[in-house]
């Protein structure tokens, strides 16, 4: 699976934004897709991540309510719409693809993934 993120830019505080992933493959094998980021000198966070059957879908608590994860698996692609953005979303987004045993598990953790893109650029100005 190899993928790519895109979509990110600068936007201002209370904006809006939607990051795709383009996951070529995913169709064929049982992937659950998530969403990190990593903002300058911090550790990499988990975002969110979507089942396989994209029936289940979960969020860190900082993005609950404001961000979410989609996928069109014809295309398969996968998307973050990010609304409300603050200046503590910026950060560099990756999207990853983790090998998983049934279509509706999800994986919360980075360790989990197996592939993971080149990630896009997310600046939000307050």
């Known amino acids: 699976v190899q993928l790519q993120a895109s979509g990110g830019g600068l936007v201002q505080t209370g904006g809006s934004l939607r990051l795709s992933c383009s996951a070529p493959?995913?169709?064929?094998?049982?992937?659950?897709m998530g969403w990190f980021r990593q903002a300058p000198g911090k550790e990499r966070e988990f975002v969110a991540t979507?089942?396989?059957?994209?029936?289940?879908?979960y969020y860190a608590d900082s993005v609950k309510g404001r961000f979410t994860i989609s996928q069109d698996m014809d295309e398969e692609m996968v998307y973050l719409r990010m609304n409300n953005l603050k200046p503590e979303d910026t950060a560099h987004y990756f999207c990853?693809?983790?090998?998983?045993?049934?279509?509706?598990?999800?994986?919360?953790?980075?360790?989990?993934?197996?592939?993971w893109g080149q990630g896009t650029e997310l600046t939000v100005s307050s």
């Open positions: 990853a693809a983790a090998r998983v045993y049934g279509v509706h598990d999800t994986a919360l953790l980075g360790s989990q993934y197996n592939y």
């Open positions: 493959g995913r169709r064929a094998g049982n992937y659950a």
């Open positions: 979507i089942s396989w059957r994209g029936d289940r879908k």
